[in-house]
């Protein structure tokens, strides 16, 4: 038999688990990234990737697909050969976010993907311009209640992580705010620097040297619990709202029917990967904190992070027209 009959045929799917787990990777492997080079998930590819190399021998390639707020990138990824040889690098806004105020994607990302390791979170903030009178959220809020016609903010975009922290603050508050969306973080911080807009939900890496400088005041995390990197900052929940919590958050993915042999071996050089010294230490100067989970730990946070935003986004009624 042809060996296209041989993977095709369902009685001999068993020996293909089983020599895939001895020899992949037996090529170079993918890693699509379904944003422009540059940005979070990118970046913390490129971190990775050389101890992944390191580490099978194989070199791990980085495939920049953006477009259509990460679509364009998980189809590629999608309609791959589940053979391990081109893996998804995926985030919130792309896995989660977007797919719920898309509407339908003709699939669902929950049973398109099987998860592979949670890699980082990538902490948002609460950003205001400096001559904006407030130092905490408890006086944001009451700046906000006071100002005739409430408060915009700025986000890096429609379905972004960022934007649907501000819904979410909308929505615990009940304050009068409307969304500003950007095309990216640094319009938002442009523009947040030059008091165009007063208020931005942004990502903590973005913000911290124009913080430092006195161009911009953080006064909040969105983060469940501080961050390591800046431990000084109090949380949204810690400043009065209730129930307030975004995750920021990159991972690891493969397409469905991937044999599990490959699935846990990339799950266990993922968690190698970022136990590093050094790869903590770079996270670290990026804002970002390692936040591995194994496989199945992946699969159920990702139906978690649906089933929390679900309501969110009914409520907020954020689509894409």
């Not at 998980?74 to 589940?82: I, K, L």
């Not at 391990?84 to 929950?110: C, E, K, M, T």
């Not at 915009?152 to 960022?162: K, P």
């Not at 978690?304 to 935003?309: G, I, L, N, P």
């Amino acid at each position: 038999m042809k060996r296209r009959a041989l993977l095709a045929a369902p009685a001999l799917l068993a020996p293909f688990a089983a020599s895939a787990q001895d020899s992949w990777p037996t090529r170079p492997v993918s890693l699509i990234v379904p944003w422009a080079p540059g940005g979070s998930n990118d970046v913390v590819a490129r971190l990775l990737s050389p101890g992944l190399e390191a580490r099978t021998g194989q070199p791990f390639l980085i495939e920049n697909r953006p477009g259509g707020g990460g679509s364009v990138g998980m189809g590629v990824a999608m309609r791959a050969r589940p053979d391990g040889q081109v893996l998804f690098v995926s985030s919130a806004s792309n896995h989660v976010f977007y797919p719920l105020i898309s509407g339908d994607l003709g699939y669902d990302v929950r049973e398109a993907f099987h998860g592979m390791a949670m890699w980082v979170d990538v902490p948002n903030v609460v950003a205001v311009h400096p001559s904006l009178p407030v130092h905490n959220v408890q006086e944001l809020i009451a700046h906000i209640r006071t100002t005739r016609g409430g408060m915009s903010f700025g986000s890096s975009g429609v379905g972004s992580s960022n934007h649907l922290a501000g819904e979410l603050f909308r929505l615990r508050t009940g304050l009068d705010m409307t969304h500003v969306p950007y095309r990216g973080g640094g319009p938002v911080l442009a523009d947040l620097i030059g008091g165009t807009i007063q208020l931005g939900f942004m990502n903590l890496p973005t913000v911290i040297p124009p913080a430092e400088a006195g161009r911009v005041r953080i006064i909040a995390v969105c983060t469940g619990q501080r961050v390591s990197l800046r431990p000084d900052l109090p949380t949204v929940a810690e400043g009065g709202v209730p129930d307030y919590a975004v995750r920021s958050w990159t991972g690891l993915f493969a397409p469905k029917n991937t044999p599990d042999a490959i699935i846990q071996r990339m799950s266990s050089l993922s968690k190698e990967g970022l136990e590093t010294p050094q790869m903590r230490t770079r996270l670290a100067d990026l804002g970002s904190e390692p936040i591995w989970m194994d496989a199945a730990a992946t699969d159920r946070f990702v139906r978690e992070e649906y089933d929390r935003w679900t309501p969110v986004v009914r409520a907020a009624g954020v689509k894409i027209e």
